[in-house]
């Protein structure tokens, strides 16, 4: 069975009743793939075992970047390329770079963090959305299971969420196309339908 096609998906009324399932699933040795749900729950994250984000480390680094190039940009420019007696001043004055060097340091972080957080959240143009369930922009709560990712066959895991009070438990399958979207499908689409007729085909 391959992965990220096959799931198992359950729906909770209450998001009291989706933390202690949450729990109870991940204790029966079940792995859950993501849980949906109409609003913030407060505790999901710990229940579900997420650590915490990187992105602060990622934001250091972009930002260090910037001010390195920042102040080697000026530098280069001012007491290499072309150096100016300006009010006797030195050619290389580190306090008149500091407007600059805050500047590319807090572009360099913001462009950096965003470009990560679309690759590591794989939001390309032409990903097609997976839609489990269209009650989760609503008041249910979905949590899908990923079949393929676990040892449990596919009626153990029902029997489980069925345990844990899901109010519905049903399988929910996605196709090659849907689950790998083609950037030149999208493009082609994108330039004969228009931005709001494109290949994003909700099922």
């Known amino acids: 069975m391959e992965k ?4 198992t998906v359950g729906i909770f009324d209450d998001q009291d009743v989706l933390l202690k399932a949450v729990r109870e699933v991940r204790n029966r040795g079940v792995k859950i793939d993501e849980v949906y749900s109409p609003f913030p729950v407060h505790g999901l994250e710990h229940a579900l075992g997420y650590a915490r984000s990187k992105m602060p480390i990622a934001a250091f680094f972009f930002g260090l970047t910037g001010t390195i190039l920042a102040i080697l940009m000026q530098s280069l420019m001012m007491g290499v390329d072309w150096p100016m007696i300006i009010g006797g ?55 899908t299971i990923d079949l393929a990712a676990n040892r449990m066959g596919e009626e153990q895991i029902n029997a489980v969420l069925k345990e844990v009070e899901a109010e519905e438990v049903y399988r929910k399958d996605f196709t090659d196309e849907e689950n790998e979207g083609s950037f030149i499908k999208y493009v082609v689409d994108l330039f004969t339908n228009g931005v709001t007729s494109s290949s994003r085909k909700l099922s």
């Open 4 to 7: 990220n096609k096959h799931f």
């Open 89 to 143: 001043k030195p050619f290389i004055a580190i306090p008149d770079f500091v407007p600059i060097t805050f500047e590319l340091t807090v572009l360099l972080s913001a462009f950096g963090m965003s470009f990560t957080f679309f690759f590591i959240s794989d939001l390309k143009p032409h990903k097609v959305p997976k839609i489990f369930d269209r009650r989760s922009t609503d008041d249910k709560h979905v949590m």
